[in-house]
């Protein structure tokens, strides 16, 4: 016999991952709103926050808090609830579950347990920034939220200082002013990014061309530090020099020059990362000293 799917009236237990408005409740799908009206209960990360879009389709569900300080004892829970036959939905506050959000162990753990699970798509504020942004999107990659300490931010983007696929952010209100002079830093003033802020809200508005640009126009209207921010970054340029070429530009600085000051007169000279000429002069510098 074949099984009819949970939101046309079966009753075996399965899970449902529902992805809500990120602002807009005219975003909520036909779909989403009937499967959320089906549930048995619904995993909210925080009830309060989830009341607004029960009401607007009238329901009042039964709900089970799911947030990233209980997920992992909760999961016997829940197992045991489809176990038993009901259908669950998972929801977060915005957006769709998962994308920097409770439910990885969750739906991990499921998994191995064998229990249904289907996912009904809806917004996502981090593919709505890049279809806006006018940056490459044939690859990209999303990074979500940085550390929020200084220290670790900054290492972090280090280590994306060669990534040529557009990139994707979340970051808080109050550190964007930061993130973006430590971007900067790594990338230079000049790298092309949009901020998307408050999509699809009442606020929504698109910012920039370059980081720079970014940082400029919010340090001159803190009223627009506020709200929902995603930033989409341009990657790095395509390398037009090869090893081979490397070389014949740092050797020759090299054999007058400390290694810090070659390295930063090539840079001047080519278009490659600071890090890649580092890491190149650096195996130069061993390979001389072995010889």
């Given at each position: 016999?074949?099984?009819?799917?949970?939101?046309?009236?079966?009753?075996?237990?399965?899970?449902?991952?529902?992805?809500?408005?990120?602002?807009?409740?005219?975003?909520?799908?036909?779909?989403?709103?009937?499967?959320?009206?089906?549930?048995?209960?619904?995993?909210?990360?925080?009830?309060?926050?989830?009341?607004?879009?029960?009401?607007?389709?009238?329901?009042?569900?039964?709900?089970?808090?799911?947030?990233?300080?209980?997920?992992?004892?909760?999961i016997p829970r829940i197992l045991a609830?489809?176990?038993?036959?009901?259908?669950?939905?998972?929801?977060?506050?915005?957006?769709?579950?998962?994308?920097?959000?409770?439910?990885?162990?969750?739906?991990?753990?499921?998994?191995?347990?064998?229990?249904?699970?289907?996912?009904?798509?809806?917004?996502?504020?981090?593919?709505?920034?890049?279809?806006?942004?006018?940056?490459?999107?044939?690859?990209?990659?999303?990074?979500?939220?940085?550390?929020?300490?200084?220290?670790?931010?900054?290492?972090?983007?280090?280590?994306l200082v060669d990534e040529t696929r557009?990139?994707?952010?979340?970051?808080?209100?109050?550190?964007?002013?930061?993130?973006?002079?430590?971007?900067?830093?790594?990338?230079?003033?000049?790298?092309?990014?949009?901020?998307?802020?408050?999509?699809?809200?009442?606020?929504?508005?698109?910012?920039?061309?370059?980081?720079?640009?970014?940082?400029?126009?919010?340090?001159?209207?803190?009223?627009?530090?506020?709200?929902?921010?995603?930033?989409?970054?341009?990657?790095?340029?395509?390398?037009?020099?090869?090893?081979?070429?490397?070389?014949?530009?740092?050797?020759?600085?090299?054999a007058e020059l400390p290694l810090a000051?070659?390295?930063?007169?090539?840079?001047?000279?080519?278009?490659?990362?600071?890090?890649?000429?580092?890491?190149?002069?650096?195996?130069?510098?061993?390979?001389?000293?072995?010889?």
């Amino acid at each position: 016999m074949t099984k009819m799917p949970v939101e046309q009236g079966t009753h075996a237990g399965r899970l449902d991952i529902v992805g809500t408005p990120i602002g807009n409740l005219e975003d909520l799908s036909p779909r989403a709103r009937r499967v959320l009206s089906a549930a048995d209960r619904i995993l909210v990360e925080d009830r309060r926050h989830a009341q607004r879009l029960f009401q607007s389709i009238g329901i009042q569900p039964r709900t089970e808090p799911l947030h990233e300080h209980n997920e992992r004892e909760q999961i016997p829970r829940i197992l045991a609830y489809l176990q038993a036959g009901e259908r669950l939905a998972l929801i977060s506050d915005a957006g769709m579950p998962l994308v920097s959000d409770p439910g990885y162990p969750l739906v991990s753990a499921l998994r191995r347990a064998g229990v249904e699970i289907a996912v009904v798509p809806g917004p996502s504020a981090s593919l709505a920034a890049l279809s806006l942004a006018g940056l490459p999107t044939d690859r990209f990659c999303f990074e979500g939220f940085l550390p929020a300490k200084s220290g670790a931010r900054q290492q972090r983007l280090q280590e994306l200082v060669d990534e040529t696929r557009s990139m994707i952010f979340y970051e808080a209100p109050h550190r964007i002013l930061a993130t973006l002079q430590d971007m900067i830093a790594a990338f230079s003033s000049e790298r092309g990014a949009v901020l998307a802020r408050e999509l699809t809200k009442l606020h929504e508005e698109s910012i920039g061309e370059t980081l720079d640009n970014i940082l400029t126009t919010l340090a001159a209207a803190p009223e627009r530090q506020r709200g929902e921010m995603c930033l989409v970054l341009a990657g790095a340029p395509a390398r037009e020099s090869g090893e081979a070429e490397l070389d014949r530009l740092l050797r020759p600085l090299l054999a007058e020059l400390p290694l810090a000051q070659a390295v930063r007169i090539a840079e001047a000279q080519c278009d490659v990362a600071h890090r890649r000429l580092y890491q190149r002069a650096l195996a130069l510098t061993s390979t001389t000293e072995s010889d």
